[in-house]
């Protein structure tokens, strides 16, 4: 029979039951040397892993937060440029109209002034025109009347300061005439 001590004698341990008490001591001495190596080895190497992992997810929890927090930094920078050219575009265009008006007021002032010295020089070039012809027609029409009165006369008007005075008295007529119709 296998002695036992106190507590033992009530539980049944089968195989697991110490034979001697030396082997019970030296199991507790063992089990007390695994407690404190690993109380001194292992847990800090896994405090250590725990505190390793603890600031990786950390860490990375914090970079995902600047992360997103830059993102939205440049979201609200993207969508202020965008607003600022929107605003740019609608000023552009708003020149670019007032550009416009300005430039068909002042082509359309052009034309007008071109038009009116176009038609003065048309006025200015006809009444020459008119003038050269009209003196052209004295000419002519004083030559003819010349002979025509000196065909009626019978005499012969060949010196010209009578033949002038004739010929003015005669168009000064013929203009009167022309006027009171």
């Known amino acids: 029979m296998v002695p036992t001590i106190g507590v033992l004698q009530e539980i049944d341990l089968g195989p697991l039951l110490p034979h001697k008490m030396s082997e019970f001591v030296i199991g507790i001495v063992l089990m007390l040397i695994i407690f404190v190596i690993m109380w001194k080895v292992v847990v800090p ?12 997810i950390e860490g990375g929890m914090q970079r995902a937060a600047a992360a997103e927090a830059k993102a939205e930094a440049a979201l609200a920078d993207y969508n202020d440029q965008l607003d600022a050219a929107r605003e740019e575009a609608a000023r552009i265009r708003e020149d670019a109209k007032n550009q416009s008006a300005t430039i068909l007021a002042e082509a359309r002032d052009k034309a007008q002034k071109d038009a009116s010295r176009i038609l003065e020089s048309g006025r200015v070039q006809l009444e020459a025109e008119r003038t050269h012809l009209v003196h052209q027609l004295r000419g002519q029409v004083g030559g003819m009347a010349t002979e025509l009165a000196g065909k009626i006369v019978g005499e012969s008007l060949s010196d010209d300061e009578r033949a002038k005075r004739t010929v003015d008295r005669f168009l000064a007529d013929l203009e009167s005439a022309g006027q009171t119709r």
């Open 45 to 56: 190497a896994f405090e250590k892993m725990y505190a390793e992992r603890s600031d990786k």
